[in-house]
């Protein structure tokens, strides 16, 4: 099964940030008009997330309008409604959308600071911007306030 891709709108950067987070793949599109928004949708297959009812009615083919508010509930909207599998968290980085390779600890060592090196054993970065990643912080948040609500 291919798992539907997502192209977020300007409006919606934090949508694109915590799905991400979750996992899922998910470009998010800062500085497109709406014909290049639509067309890099469709080229890349990509479901378009909008609050934009306009947009929404010039590209019915790709776009989806997002139609909760608030950012927790905006991923469980689209979870639901694209019926997407249970989140694999720390897996793709939240500001490139790379996927995350894992990073043996002791290459982390040199680039972390000491305390994360003590308190963490596991670690991934992004081969695109080169952010170190470990599973604490806003992935345990995240996913405590989803399953929470
Ligand atoms: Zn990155």
Same mark, same amino acid.
Not at 30 to 33: F, P, S, V
Not at 66 to 70: A, P
């Given at each position: 099964m291919t798992l539907p891709k997502f192209l977020a709108d300007c409006m919606l950067g934090k949508l694109a940030r915590w799905l991400r987070i979750l996992g899922y793949d998910t470009k998010y599109a !800062?500085?497109?008009?709406d014909p290049k928004i639509i067309a890099l949708a469709r080229f890349e297959h990509r479901i378009l997330l909008t609050k934009d009812t306009h947009l929404t009615k010039r590209a019915p083919d790709v776009a989806y309008f997002?139609?909760?508010? !608030?950012v927790e509930e905006q991923v469980q909207e689209i979870i639901k409604a694209f019926q997407l599998p249970y989140p694999t968290p720390f897996s793709r980085c939240p500001h490139c959308n790379e996927l995350l390779f894992d990073l043996p600890p002791e290459e982390a060592k040199k680039e972390i600071p000491l305390f994360v090196s003590l308190t963490f054993s596991q670690f991934k970065k992004c081969p695109r911007c080169h952010r170190i990643y470990w599973p604490g912080t806003h992935w345990q948040r995240i996913m405590q306030t989803l399953s929470g609500s």
């Open positions: !800062r500085y497109l008009d997002v139609s909760s508010s !608030r």
